[in-house]
């Protein structure tokens, strides 16, 4: 099985991709280098095997390569940043409160 998330701004939001079929995505409003994360899915058909934490880390390396901060709007991202603490840097410290983070 091979995964790849990859932004499609079209769409406004990033894709993961299991064997080059779509498996999962988030949505993001981006206000210059800030990335608002209000929803993530992913297809039933992909539920069960780690594909949304895959896709948030995934989104979450893009956005620090970019230099950019993040607001988790959806539940399950902050739940990924409090496994994965690494990315705590990521959310702005003045935010951090009203994400439980």
Request: net charge negative; charged share 25%.
């Amino acid at each position: 099985m091979t995964t790849t998330v990859q932004d499609n701004a079209a769409e406004s939001r990033f894709e993961i991709l299991v064997d080059q079929r779509l498996a999962g995505y988030v949505d993001y409003r981006k206000d210059g280098d800030e990335y608002a994360l209000p929803h993530t899915r992913v297809l039933p058909e992909f539920g069960g095997r780690g594909i949304g934490t895959q896709l948030i880390v995934g989104t979450l390396d893009e956005i620090a390569a970019r230099g950019g901060t993040v607001l988790p709007y959806c539940p399950f991202v902050p739940k990924v940043i409090r496994d994965h603490p690494e990315y705590l840097e990521l959310v702005p410290e003045a935010q951090r409160g009203t994400f439980d983070l």
